[in-house]
């Protein structure tokens, strides 16, 4: 069975920082997408980020990027120039082959003025 | 917005209970997931079906079931309700037709906040 670990159930960073969030996985597959979800104090669900396993270059978007090292099972999330907004609980998810996902227990961040 | 729609956003009830929550995917979603989260836990996956048939469970209670209906909304039945069920109840859609591997992520609904009492 797969299984995502977030080894830091809590952060903080100054704002205007750069702060990274751990996440590693395990599975036997080759082939699988990995994802960083945010949820806020609003407690919606919101996608941050995807990556497809196959593709060895790392996912950015804007502020946010990843390091997918797909030997070490290990998928990161930098968040660059920290922004009172980001602070939230921000979930690493797996998905399998099979279309089954599979949520790390959370980071909560927290950003501060 | 996700497109993905839940009702009630709040459900307050007494133990023993029984309710029906309700979700409504993604414009050619055909796949629906359903994840409990208790206070200041992570998602526990439930149930998934993909186009009216079960796909995979997780941890669902027996107490507990879910169907999707020709239309592609889904419902999760949670019966003999228990003060340690109130929780928020997601449910998630992915995988429009056509969309082949391009979005593979699943789009979250605003959840349903149970509360037994």
């Known amino acids: 069975a797969q299984t995502v670990t977030q080894s830091q159930p809590e952060m903080s960073v100054q704002e205007a920082e750069t702060v990274t969030l751990s996440c590693t996985y395990d599975t036997s597959e080759s082939n699988y997408y990995l994802f960083w979800y945010k949820q806020p104090p609003s407690r919606q669900m919101i996608l941050v980020i995807r990556q497809e396993a196959y593709k060895q270059q790392n996912a950015t978007e804007n502020r946010f990027s990843v390091n997918f090292q797909k030997a070490a099972k290990s998928f990161s999330l930098k968040i660059s120039d920290s922004q009172l907004g980001d602070t939230a609980m921000y979930f690493c998810a797996f998905m399998n082959t099979g279309n089954q996902f599979y949520f790390g227990t959370g980071t909560s961040l927290t950003v501060i003025p | 917005d996700s497109g993905v729609t839940q009702t009630p956003k709040h459900l307050i009830t007494a133990t023993g209970q029984r309710v029906t929550l309700r979700c409504s995917p993604r414009?050619?979603?055909?796949?629906v997931y359903w994840y409990q989260q208790s206070l200041d836990q992570g998602l526990q996956f439930l149930i998934q079906?993909?186009?009216?048939?079960?796909?995979a469970k997780g941890n669902i209670l027996e107490r507990f079931s879910a169907q999707q209906f020709p239309d592609l909304h889904s419902e999760l039945n949670l019966s003999s309700l228990e003060l340690g069920d109130s929780a928020l109840y997601f449910c998630a859609s992915r995988g429009g037709r056509g969309s082949g591997g391009a979005n593979n992520e699943q789009f979250f609904g605003p959840g349903t906040r149970l509360t037994v009492l």
């Open positions: 414009s050619g979603d055909l796949s």
């Open positions: 079906y993909y186009n009216g048939e079960e796909r």
